[in-house]
């Protein structure tokens, strides 16, 4: 398959290599408390320095998520959210004139929602409405070939996950069905914040650096700025997720008023501007990369 235009996502990581700086991957749940919200949390996260933002679609059996984000996909479906608003929201995003519209998005879901769209549809409207990639959690390389065809008619990226549990040939046909970023779960297990990042982890990504050129992002247990630190030097990106989808429910989960988003927003921009700190400074710099090999 023809490899899409560079996008929004592999300009982004081409910036960030010849800065030497790691990048930082911003999950939210769309629709956590409302649509109206998550717009604002968008805007504060890119304010705040995100260079990748993940909106993830709800939905009702998220077996890949942990407690945090599973209760995050209830409320988000209590409020009404399906994967058209999300598509509408990214619309809006897109359209609006804020730090936010020029941001890489990647919608992460579950392959139901967008089966019961429709493949064809569902590409052409993430597409249309300007959405950089897509994330399906529950769908394999090795069933992919339809999906990527499709999304890659529409210069969508295609980002997979790859495991601690995948052999080193998976590693390989993960990573060449993917494009914008390959995505390595941390761990075996569900979503979930973590004190402390797996010893096997800069193992994990040395293999992963074995079969692929494409920009690294680990993801699932990163909580922490130290974390990041860590990675320094081994990964191209931290994905946050839980750790941020916590402070948005303690901050509204009781109280969903104008003043708790707002309130909820800073303390995710907060956040935010910490895990940047960290992939500036100390252990995460790294020796820019010369234009010509800069990771694709």
């Known amino acids: 398959m023809t490899p899409a235009p560079a996008s929004?996502?592999?300009?982004?990581?081409?910036?960030?290599?010849?800065?030497g700086e790691m990048g930082i991957v911003a999950y939210l749940t769309a629709g956590d408390p409302s649509l109206e919200a998550t717009a604002k949390f968008v805007l504060a996260l890119a304010e705040a320095g995100a260079d990748v933002i993940e909106l993830g679609v709800p939905f009702s059996d998220p077996l890949a998520d942990g407690p945090t984000i599973q209760r995050a996909s209830e409320r988000a479906l209590k409020s009404g959210t399906t994967l058209s608003k999300v598509l509408d929201l990214v619309r809006q995003i897109r359209r609006s004139n804020s730090a936010a519209r020029e941001i890489s998005l990647?919608?992460?879901?579950?392959y139901n929602p967008v089966l019961q769209m429709g493949l064809e549809e569902f590409a052409g409207s993430a597409a249309g409405a300007g959405a950089d990639g897509v994330l399906i959690t529950d769908l394999t390389a090795e069933e992919s070939e339809d999906y990527r065809r499709v999304l890659?008619?529409?210069?969508?990226?295609?980002i997979f996950l790859a495991a601690p549990t995948s052999t080193d040939e998976r590693l390989a046909r993960i990573a060449a069905c993917s494009s914008g970023f390959l995505y390595l779960i941390s761990r075996t297990g569900v979503t979930g914040a973590k004190d402390a990042l797996p010893d096997d982890l800069p193992a994990l990504l040395r293999r992963a650096r074995r079969v692929t050129q494409l920009p690294i992002a680990v993801g699932f247990g990163i909580s922490l700025p130290g974390h990041v630190s860590v990675l320094g030097g081994l990964a191209d990106a931290a994905v946050v997720g839980s750790a941020l989808v916590s402070e948005i429910e303690n901050a509204t989960g009781k109280d969903s008023s104008p003043a708790a988003i707002e309130a909820a927003a800073a303390v995710l921009a907060a956040r935010i501007r910490a895990f940047k700190q960290a992939a500036r400074s100390g252990l995460s710099r790294r020796d820019p990369l010369p234009k010509h090999e800069v990771a694709p």
Do not use: C
């Not at 890659?152 to 295609?158: E, F, K």
């Open 8 to 19: 929004r996502i592999s300009r982004r990581f081409a910036q960030l290599g010849e800065a």
């Open 106 to 110: 990647v919608l992460f879901s579950y």
């Open 152 to 158: 890659g008619a529409r210069h969508l990226g295609t």
